[in-house]
T-cell receptor
Framework: EAGVAQSPRYKIIEKRQSVAFWCNPI?????LYWYQQILGQGPKLLIQ????????DSQLPKDRFSAERLKGVDSTLKIQPAKLEDSAVYLC???????????????FGPGTRLTVT | TQLLEQSPQFLSIQEGENLTVYCNSS?????LQWYRQEPGEGPVLLVT?????EVKKLKRLTFQFGDARKDSSLHITAAQPGDTGLYLC?????????????FGTGTSLTVIP
């Protein structure tokens, strides 16, 4: 079974530029997450999709970050314009849909390391 | 405000030593997960504990969920260099659309050969 794919793996941009990340989840996984991970810290959820609908985007800085999952499969996360503090690893994860029960397993991609100079 | 605090934040030990990592919260969780993350990779799930007081073993790793479901611990026996990585706990509610999954602050473990 193929894992979660992300691209690019690395990106270096100057502040005020734009950048986009792509994620392809595990086939059949209805739920997709984007996390931001600052070096040495735990991941912070930015946005959660259920199929092509947004479930939670309460911690997404909407003035500069946007994300979409138009066909309910792959997803893009965009930053425009980037700031120095956006330097981090951006992780995509997916999980299968559950309506109840204990928390489910999330499968993570390798991440995109963004450096803003 | 960090919902899940891990301690210690950094740990460097010699091969063969034992260690314990703690994950604490003032909130109650329905389940607690432990992940290990290696440099340049995403976190990989090690275990999920769902019952208060539950103990699970995975080879040399022992995971415990506190009776009150507010804390958890990870104990590694006879650590090996391959155990090196960032250990993350994550607390989750019963799955309800919109409920967030919270990660801890992380413990960076280095095992020296």
């Amino acid at each position: 079974e193929a894992g979660v794919a992300q691209s690019p793996r690395y990106k270096i941009i100057e502040k005020r530029q734009s950048v986009a990340f792509w994620c392809n989840p595990i086939s059949g996984h209805a739920t997709l997450y984007w996390y931001q991970q600052i070096l040495g810290q735990g991941p912070k959820l930015l946005i959660q999709f259920q199929n092509n609908g947004v479930v939670d985007d309460s911690q997404l800085p909407k003035d500069r970050f946007s994300a979409e999952r138009l066909k309910g499969v792959d997803s893009t996360l965009k930053i425009q314009p980037a700031k120095l503090e956006d330097s981090a690893v951006y992780l995509c994860a997916s999980s299968s849909f559950q309506t109840s029960g204990p928390s489910y397993e999330q499968y993570f991609g390798p991440g995109t390391r963004l450096t803003v100079t | 405000t960090q919902l899940l605090e891990q301690s210690p934040q950094f740990l460097s030990i010699q091969e063969g030593e034992n260690l314990t990592v703690y994950c604490n919260s003032s909130s109650v969780f329905s389940s607690l997960q432990w992940y290990r993350q290696e440099p340049g990779e995403g976190p990989v799930l090690l275990v999920t504990v769902v019952t208060g007081g539950e103990v699970k073993k995975l080879k040399r790793l022992t995971f415990q969920f506190g009776d009150a479901r507010k804390d958890s611990s990870l104990h590694i026996t006879a650590a090996q260099p391959g155990d090196t990585g960032l250990y993350l706990c994550a607390g989750g509610p019963y799955y309800v659309p919109g409920n967030q999954f919270y990660f801890g602050t992380g413990t960076s473990l280095t095992v020296i050969p």
